[in-house]
C-alpha cells in the first residue's frame, strides 16, 4: 500500500435512467471524474444480487454479481435488446432514490428478454466466451441458477398463497429445500430455459463488469471491493452447503450471528446470518472460503472484509432470540485460514474492518498477517472517552500507524455533515479543540461547509496510507443522503443517488488540490 486516496461510492448510487445506477456509461463517466480529481481509489460495497432489505450485505448469492447494475444500453448495443425494450416505464424513472421494488418488478423481465435474444443471435465466437464463462465459474454458477429459478417459482407460488415466507428452509418442498441431487437435477431438467437464462444474466454481469475494470485501471483507479463476513439464510450459498453452517437436519438454524451492545446499538445487532461450522470449514481444508475470496479478488484489486472480528471469535445467538443480548463470544480458526490463503492464493490485498468490540487477540491476528485496519474520524471525538483517556484515542488521526485505512464516515454512519450537526455540545467542543475552531462560531462552520471539509482534509493529511472519502462528504451533504442506518430494514436504507451535475468540475479541482498538498496521489 502506498499513499493514495479516494472515493466511497456504490454503483448503485450512480446517476443515469432506469432508477437505478449502473455498470454502464456513467460508470465510466465517475471514473473520468475520479481521475480528474486526482484520486486512484474507487471503494465499493458487495456487487453481489441485494435480497432482504436491499441490502448488499444479504445476498442471495457471495458469487453472483447484482443483475440491477447490468446495463441496459449496453445490451442494446450488443445487438441482444431492441431500444425500446430498454427504456424504462414512468414509474422507474430517473430519481435521487433507487425504488428496488419498482426496478426489481420492470427490470429482470427485461434481462430475462434479453438472455433469450442473447441465447437466439448471439454470434459464434461470444457463444464460446459464454461456454468458458459458465465452465470457469461452474464451482458456484449452476447451485446459483439452481436456486434462483426454485425461488422464483415458490416465490409467486407463496404470494398467491398470502403465505409471510418463502424462504427455501420454510416454505420449499423437502426434497428441494434439503438440496437433494436427484430432485435439484429433475428440477434443473424441468426447468432448463429459466435455469439458462440465470447463467446468461450472470455471463452479462461479468461481461460488464470486466470491462469496466479494465477502463479504471487503464485511468489508474484501483477498486476497492467489500465482502460479508456472513453470507443470508435466504442465499445459494446456504442452500448448496448446508453442511457448512451449523443447521439442523432441517436446514434450520440452530444459531444467528449478530453482535453484542455496542455505540452502535444497545440491545446489539441481531443480523439473523447462519453461522459456519468452522469445524467442517476446516476439515474441506476452507475450500469454500478460497473460492470465495478468488471469486472477489477477480472482481476488485482490494478486498474489505466486513466485521473482521469475527475470524478471531463470533457471537453466537441461539435461534429465536429477539435481540443479540443473550449472545456468547465463539472462537474461530482465523489464523489457520489466513494462512491457508495465503498458502494457497498468496498475499491477497485484504483490508480488516476492525470495527466494534475489538480485543487484543483480533488485533494480533490483524497484525500477525500485515492486514490494514480501518479508521473512523466520527469515532474520535467522545467527550466521555476524552474526559477518562484524554487524546488517547485510536480513532484520532495522531494515533494512526501507516498501515491503516482512514474514513470521515462508512456507509454505516451519518454524514459528516449530518454527524456534525446532531453532535452533543460536550463532543462538538472536542472535535473544535482538536481543529482548531472556536467553539462560540461552531455552528456557523457547520452549516458552510468549513468543518466538513476539514475532516476530509484531516482524513487526507493523517500518515494513514490509504484515506476514503464517502461522495456524500465531498457534496456536504446531511443525513437525507445517508447509505444505511443499521439494525433497521427499509426506510431509505441503501436508496440515496447523486445527480450528473454534482460531479461537478469546481468539486473535482478542489479534492485533486488537497489530495496533492497531503501527498497523495502526487496529482499533476
Not at 250 to 272: C, E, H, I, M, R
Not at 482 to 491: C, V
Request: net charge neutral.
Amino acid at each position: 500500500m502506498k499513499r493514495r486516496s479516494g472515493i466511497l461510492l456504490h454503483p448503485t448510487s450512480l446517476p443515469g435512467k432506469g432508477g437505478i445506477g449502473t455498470i454502464g456509461e456513467n460508470a465510466y463517466k465517475f471514473i473520468d471524474w475520479l481521475k480528474s480529481a486526482g484520486q486512484t481509489l474507487w471503494q465499493i460495497l458487495p456487487l453481489t444480487p441485494t435480497g432482504y432489505g436491499d441490502s448488499p450485505y444479504s445476498s442471495f448469492s457471495t458469487f453472483a454479481g447484482n443483475p440491477l447494475l447490468i446495463d441496459l444500453d449496453m445490451l442494446v448495443k450488443d445487438g441482444f435488446l431492441d431500444k425500446k425494450q430498454s427504456i424504462p416505464p414512468e414509474y422507474v424513472q430517473n430519481t435521487n432514490r433507487v425504488d428496488f421494488g419498482a426496478v426489481v418488478y420492470w427490470k429482470i423481465p427485461i434481462l430475462k428478454t434479453a438472455s433469450k435474444q442473447f441465447k437466439e443471435h448471439a454470434k459464434p465466437e461470444l457463444l464460446e466466451e459464454y461456454k468458458k464463462f459458465k465452465t470457469a465459474n461452474k464451482d458456484w454458477l449452476y447451485n446459483y441458477a439452481s436456486f434462483m429459478s426454485i425461488k422464483e417459482y415458490y416465490d409467486e407460488k407463496a404470494c398467491n398463497e398470502k403465505v409471510c415466507s418463502s424462504i427455501w428452509n420454510e416454505y420449499w418442498p423437502t426434497e428441494l429445500a434439503l438440496f437433494n441431487e436427484e430432485a435439484v437435477s429433475q428440477w434443473n431438467r424441468t426447468h432448463r430455459i429459466e435455469v439458462e437464462s440465470h447463467c446468461i444474466i450472470q455471463f452479462f454481469f461479468y461481461r460488464q463488469w470486466s470491462a469496466l475494470k479494465e477502463y479504471a485501471h487503464k485511468n489508474g483507479i484501483s477498486i476497492i471491493g467489500d465482502i460479508p463476513i456472513f453470507v443470508a439464510m435466504d442465499s445459494a450459498d446456504a442452500w448448496s452447503n448446508q453442511h457448512l453452517f451449523q443447521l439442523d437436519k432441517n436446514g434450520k438454524p440452530k444459531a444467528v450471528a449478530g453482535v453484542p451492545p455496542d455505540y452502535f446499538s444497545a440491545t446489539g445487532q441481531l443480523w439473523g446470518n447462519p453461522l459456519y461450522d468452522w469445524d467442517a470449514m476446516q476439515k474441506e481444508h476452507f475450500s469454500w472460503w478460497l473460492r470465495r475470496i478468488k471469486k472477489v479478488n477477480e472482481l476488485v484489486d482490494f478486498i474489505r472484509i466486513d466485521h473482521f472480528r469475527g475470524f478471531d471469535a463470533y457471537w453466537r445467538v441461539p435461534a429465536g432470540e429477539k435481540t443479540a443480548v443473550n449472545g456468547e463470544w465463539i472462537k474461530t480458526p482465523g489464523k489457520e485460514l489466513f494462512q491457508t490463503i495465503q498458502k494457497k492464493l498468496g498475499n491477497i490485498p485484504i483490508i480488516a474492518e476492525d470495527l466494534g468490540v475489538i480485543t487484543e487477540d483480533v488485533t494480533k491476528l490483524r497484525e500477525e498477517f500485515g492486514l490494514p485496519g480501518m479508521k473512523v474520524l466520527q469515532f474520535a471525538f467522545n467527550s466521555d472517552e476524552v474526559a477518562q483517556n484524554g487524546f488517547i484515542n485510536p480513532f484520532m488521526p495522531h494515533m494512526y500507524s501507516k498501515n491503516c485505512v482512514v474514513y470521515t464516515g462508512t456507509h454505516d454512519n451519518s454524514t459528516t455533515m449530518g454527524y456534525l450537526s446532531s453532535l452533543p455540545e460536550a463532543d462538538l467542543k472536542i472535535v473544535c479543540k482538536y481543529l482548531g475552531f472556536d467553539f462560540k462560531t461552531s455552528q456557523k462552520w457547520i452549516k458552510n461547509g468549513t468543518l466538513c471539509r476539514s475532516f476530509i482534509k484531516l482524513a487526507l493529511s493523517s500518515v494513514a496510507d490509504f484515506a476514503v472519502i464517502p461522495m456524500q462528504d465531498i457534496l456536504e451533504l446531511g443525513d437525507e443522503a445517508r447509505m444505511n442506518m443499521p439494525s433497521t430494514a427499509g426506510g431509505h436504507n441503501w436508496q440515496w443517488r447523486l445527480t450528473q451535475s454534482q460531479l461537478s468540475a469546481k468539486r473535482a479541482v478542489e479534492l485533486k488540490e488537497m489530495s496533492y498538498t497531503y501527498g497523495r496521489n502526487f496529482a499533476e
